[in-house]
């Protein structure tokens, strides 16, 4: 079991004001939280494989492919735009100089 001392002193380094009252609920919850912790230490898991996540998952993964918009080319639409030239869409500026 954890002593008052030992709470008071982990206020003191985590900059905390306790009350008495506060102190011995801090000492029963942190407790309770070594003694899980040591139940779990004692559990056997040599030979179990270490898990990241409790699905599977997996990426969907597709073949790269290059062709051409559907339904028009890009020589159709970069026509379409308003201030196009050499293959390229003139815009508006977004920084200024």
């Keep these: 079991m954890i002593s008052k001392d030992e709470i008071k002193h982990l206020a003191i380094l985590t900059r905390l004001e306790l009350s008495d009252r506060e102190v011995e609920e801090f000492q ?7 003694d ?31 062709k051409e918009p559907s339904g028009k080319t890009v020589q159709q639409l970069t026509n379409s735009f308003p201030d196009a030239k050499d293959g390229y869409l003139k815009v508006s500026r977004v920084f200024e100089r």
């Design 36 to 66: 899980y912790v040591s139940e779990l230490r004692s559990i056997h898991v040599e030979g179990v494989l270490p898990m990241t996540h409790a699905e599977p998952l997996f990426n969907i993964m597709r073949e790269d492919a290059c």
């Design 28 to 34: 029963k919850d942190l407790t309770a939280i070594i």
